[in-house]
T-cell receptor, first 114, second 111 residues
Framework: SQTIHQWPATLVQPVGSPLSLECTVEGTSNPNLYWYRQAAGRGLQLLFYSVGIGQISSEVPQNLSASRPQDRQFILSSKKLLLSDSGFYLC?????????????FGSGTQLSVL | TQLLEQSPQFLSIQEGENLTVYCNSSSVFSSLQWYRQEPGEGPVLLVTVVTGGEVKKLKRLTFQFGDARKDSSLHITAAQPGDTGLYLCSISSGSARQLTFGSGTQLTVLP
C-alpha cells in the first residue's frame, strides 16, 4: 500500500532563517507531487507541483522554492523565512491524468515564523 | 480561473440532526472530490463524483453531483461528534494536474 511521510510535524523558526520541509512517498512510482499551504481552518493554496524528477511548476510567486531530487521525494525550501510564511504546509501525491484525480495528503507541518 | 464556493462557512449542530453543505463552481468541471480534515491532519478523501446527477452514499453521508456539473452537496444523516471536521470540496478541470479547493465548511457536532 502507498504511504506518504512528511516531517517535521511542527516547526518554529525565526524570521530570516532557512527552511527545509521534506516529503517522501512509498509504494508507488512516478507520482505527481504537490505542496499546499493552508490558513487556519480554511482551504488549500497550491504552491508547487511536480510531474517528475527535476520538474517543478510554481503556482504562486513567493519566498519559497521546491525541488524533486528523487522520484518519490519532494522538498520545500526557503533561504530566508518571512512572517507571512507561517501556516500549515501539506504535501500530497496523486497518480493518473484522467478525470477524478485524487490527492492523498501527508499529515502536515505547522510552521510558525516568529 | 475557476471559483469554488462552499457554504455554509461554519455549522454547529446537535448530535442526531441532519445537515447539508454545498459546493458551487463558477463553471463546469469534469470531476469533484469531497475531503474531510481533522485539526492538525491532512485532508482525507471521502468520494469522487464524475457524472452529472450522480449520487453516492458512504454510510450516513450522501454526495450528489448537480446535473449541470457545476455544483455538489453533501448530506449527513443523524450527525455524530465524530463527523466534526473541515469539509473541503475540490474540482478538476480534467486536463491539468492540479485541483482547485474550496475554502471549506467547518462542521461541529455537539454531543
Amino acid at each position: 500500500s502507498q504511504t506518504i511521510h512528511q516531517w517535521p510535524a511542527t516547526l518554529v523558526q525565526p524570521v530570516g532563517s532557512p527552511l527545509s520541509l521534506e516529503c517522501t512517498v512509498e509504494g508507488t512510482s512516478n507520482p505527481n507531487l504537490y505542496w499546499y499551504r493552508q490558513a487556519a481552518g480554511r482551504g488549500l493554496q497550491l504552491l508547487f507541483y511536480s510531474v517528475g524528477i527535476g520538474q517543478i511548476s510554481s503556482e504562486v510567486p513567493q519566498n519559497l522554492s521546491a525541488s524533486r531530487p528523487q522520484d518519490r521525494q519532494f522538498i520545500l525550501s526557503s533561504k530566508k523565512l518571512l512572517l507571512s510564511d507561517s501556516g500549515f504546509y501539506l504535501c500530497a501525491w496523486s497518480v493518473g491524468l484522467t478525470t477524478g484525480e485524487k490527492l492523498f495528503f501527508g499529515s502536515g507541518t505547522q510552521l510558525s515564523v516568529l | 480561473t475557476q471559483l469554488l464556493e462552499q457554504s455554509p462557512q461554519f455549522l454547529s449542530i446537535q448530535e442526531g440532526e441532519n445537515l447539508t453543505v454545498y459546493c458551487n463552481s463558477s463553471s463546469v468541471f469534469s470531476s469533484l472530490q469531497w475531503y474531510r480534515q481533522e485539526p492538525g491532519e491532512g485532508p482525507v478523501l471521502l468520494v469522487t463524483v464524475v457524472t452529472g446527477g450522480e449520487v453516492k452514499k458512504l454510510k450516513r453521508l450522501t454526495f450528489q453531483f448537480g446535473d449541470a456539473r457545476k455544483d455538489s452537496s453533501l448530506h449527513i444523516t443523524a450527525a455524530q461528534p465524530g463527523d466534526t471536521g473541515l469539509y473541503l470540496c475540490s474540482i478538476s478541470s480534467g486536463s491539468a494536474r492540479q485541483l482547485t479547493f474550496g475554502s471549506g465548511t467547518q462542521l461541529t457536532v455537539l454531543p
